[in-house]
């Protein structure tokens, strides 16, 4: 996210918290769905938490769309919270061998104050030379993500290979019991332990240590989710990524698991997509909804 800071209206200028208010991680399904004066008077009593997934979906997003999107947050200083991407907060973990706590303790902004850009407002603007960069960087990443994604679809198999079995009855119940599976605390502890770092890089936490409050736990049950749904969605057989269609939707699938994630983290999480309130209130049954 710090890529994107110049053109959007990045400030450097000291940063207090007076009063801490709840934080509520919020998708961009969210964002298209709800109506100015719903964000605004969350932004009133939370503190809304911008993942980089979310803000790489409003910069690549149709002029339109992105402006409605950014027209939605308050017009003063530092109308959102921005949150650290996924992936250093289980960095944090690895080398601290600690859970991360909640993604509003890890925030981008926590030392400095920001206006979004105005000319984010118009449709026809044009990121500086920097922000485009940067776009194209996470761009490259995603498709990296895309590709390890599809390979947790073939883990898949051996665990729920029931879920293609029986009539069309059967094989949705089968889907229900093994997301309900994923989501049970611990399930995922035996795939969690046979997992090991690429060459030269630190050990993973040990697993007797890992919960449902470690991040790279969270990680692992929000990628296992979303492969059972691509396995079971086509019925067994690899996605063809070479369709732009289909990339596309994997694409999205891979920001969503993401942002997914930071929600259960910070145990509140704002999304308009049945599919991922569905999950929510699996993984997080206790947690803060908002839809």
Not at 98 to 118: A, M, Q, V, W
């Amino acid at each position: 996210m710090p890529g994107y800071r110049k053109g959007l209206g990045m400030l450097s200028r000291s940063r207090s918290f007076s009063a801490m208010k709840p934080g509520i991680v919020v998708d961009k399904c969210f964002l298209q769905g709800t109506s100015t004066v719903r964000v605004r008077e969350l932004a009133a009593s939370s503190r809304l938490l911008v993942s980089d997934a979310l803000f790489y979906e409003l910069l690549t997003a149709d002029g339109p769309s992105r402006r409605k999107c950014f027209a939605k947050f308050p017009a003063e200083e530092s109308p959102v919270d921005l949150i650290s991407h996924f992936g250093a907060m289980m960095r944090f973990e690895i080398d601290n061998q600690t859970p991360s706590g909640k993604p509003s303790s890890h925030l981008e902004n926590s030392d400095f104050t920001f206006r979004f850009n105005d000319a984010l407002l118009s449709e026809d603007y044009e990121f500086p030379a920097d922000v485009r960069s940067a776009i194209e960087e996470h761009t490259a990443q995603l498709r990296s993500d895309v590709i390890s994604y599809l390979d947790r679809v073939k883990v898949v198999a051996t665990f729920f290979p029931n879920v293609l079995s029986g009539t069309t009855d059967e094989r949705k119940l089968a889907v229900e019991e093994a997301e309900k599976a994923i989501a049970a605390p611990g399930t995922l502890l035996q795939l969690y332990s046979s997992l090991e770092p690429p060459p030269g890089e630190k050990p993973l936490p040990p697993v007797e240590r890992i919960c449902e409050h470690w991040a790279v736990y969270r990680f692992l049950q929000a990628q296992m989710l979303f492969a059972l749904d691509i396995f079971a969605r086509y019925q067994g057989q690899t996605p063809d990524i070479s369709n732009q269609n289909v990339y596309e939707r994997m694409e999205h699938d891979v920001l969503d698991a993401q942002v997914l994630m930071l929600g259960c983290l910070e145990g509140a999480f704002a999304t308009h997509e049945r599919k991922l309130q569905r999950w929510w209130k699996l993984l997080c049954p206790h947690g803060q909804s908002y839809e």
